[in-house]
């Protein structure tokens, strides 16, 4: 059993930025597409970014141009840059690997692990 490992979360004010990081443990994140999801208090999850096999990435249309998901492999890791942070960005993020030959990136129901969350908050 596998476990993933979110940080990089924090505090910071509209229009900063900040770099989240979720390592694998016992999970090869190399080997299954990767996202990022985020919740709001009293909202649904829903998926911010994905990095899928082959490369292709997928993105919230409300963080277009501003977020940019990325991997290393060496290194075991999903990252998720965010920029031009918004107050309505302030969420607890969540990484997630995907079950094989997951195709709806933004589905909860199609990744199998995940990691405990790390909280953003976007003050104005």
């Known amino acids: 059993q596998g476990w993933l490992v979110e940080s990089g979360g924090g505090s910071v004010q509209a229009g900063g930025s900040l770099r989240l990081s979720c390592a694998g443990s016992g999970v090869a994140t190399d080997s299954y597409s990767m996202a990022w999801f985020r919740q709001e208090p009293g909202k649904e999850r829903e998926g911010v970014a994905a990095f899928y096999r082959g490369g292709r990435t997928y993105y919230a249309d409300s963080v277009k141009g501003r977020f940019t998901i990325s991997q290393d492999n060496a290194k075991n890791t999903l990252y998720l840059q965010m920029n031009s942070l918004k107050p309505e960005d302030t969420a607890i993020y969540y990484c997630?690997?995907?079950?094989?030959?997951?195709?709806?990136?933004?589905?909860?129901?199609?990744?199998?692990?995940w990691g405990q969350g790390t909280r953003v908050t976007v003050s104005s």
């Open positions: 997630a690997e995907a079950v094989p030959f997951a195709y709806k990136w933004a589905d909860q129901a199609e990744y199998k692990y």
